[in-house]
């Protein structure tokens, strides 16, 4: 395990400025090459988490330790947001300068709603940077619509927030196009494209509004803004298609009691690096989920540093103290594996011969 090490995030996204056909290769895109013309903004599901900010606009803690920890490519989703929101970086002007020459914009993203929360809230949101609304995309208990400043274009009453789904909406300069999981639903006349007074004092979020507590709840990927329509199909069966390559962490969930601890370092260390996970061994006490027994003893790993800032729930608790854990394995978790590992005073042998699990930064069951 590397020491003294920081690891270098991908980016959240692409914020491209057509043309980008000279970016598109086998692999980048769900499509094939050749296939990301007319792509302004494309966010699969990678692990950048400056992006990720709460309903104030500050970068949010708790949505970046889930999106380092739920974010890997082929195996988890793209974001959740909870309370705050996914900004597209320099999307905003982007968008405005297409629709001054193409009035044409498709918005796309894969839903994954969290079990028992309210599903309602905003998917896509374009403003101003003094947040005032230009175009709104949400679901609320009247269902799925677009809201402008002076009008409101209702897609659905029947659309069903607590399942996942995929979700493309194509609109033009009089007219808005659907489709729900691959399948095209009625179209309405409306003219539902923002009106742009200022292309650079354009903001645009997934997920939430800033400074409105208007997030929705969930975990979202395959985002995208696009110029030109792809088939809906072939988009659908892209995403089932990474869907069924996905494979499951195992996850354990236990209550343990806490051994020992790494020994926490000065402040002055702290300043030498952004990011730094804490070492502790713990033994359970009980098993809520998963194969461990009582008795184990485990090591555990947990987000300490983030920003170059000590997080308050990284720290540990007394020797003795009891806490839930939700486990997975370390070795599934290459996000923190090469990064700084802060484990000294802890005895060697535990840190050789221990199990290893890394502590998730979620709510406890």
Known sequence: MRKFCSFALALTGFCLYLPVSSFAHDGDWPFGAGEADGILWFWENQTETHEILDEEGNWARDAEALLRENARLNRHFGAETH????????????????????????????????EDVDPEGTLFWMGTYANEDLLKLALDEEGLAIHLPDQKVDLSESFTPRESHHLIVHMGADEVRWWLDGEQQEPIAAAALPEIDDPWDVLVTFGGIPEQEASWQGAMDFLAVRRELHDPEEVYSAWQRVLRDRSAIERVVVEARLVQAAEEPKPSEI??????????????????????SAGDRILAWNWYILDRMVIAEGRPPEVGAKKILRLSPFEENPQVQEIQQ????????????????????????
């Open 271 to 292: 300043s030498e690096y952004g990011e730094g996970i804490f070492a502790s061994v713990w033994e359970i006490s009980r098993v809520l989920e998963g194969d461990l």
């Open 83 to 114: 309370g705050g929101f996914l900004e597209a970086p320099d999307l905003g002007p982007g968008v405005a300068e297409s629709l001054s020459d193409h009035p044409e914009l498709i918005i796309e993203l894969a839903l994954y709603p969290e």
């Open 342 to 365: 802060i484990d000294a005073g802890l005895d060697p042998v535990d840190l050789l011969d221990l199990p290893g699990f890394f502590t998730e930064r979620r709510r406890s069951p």
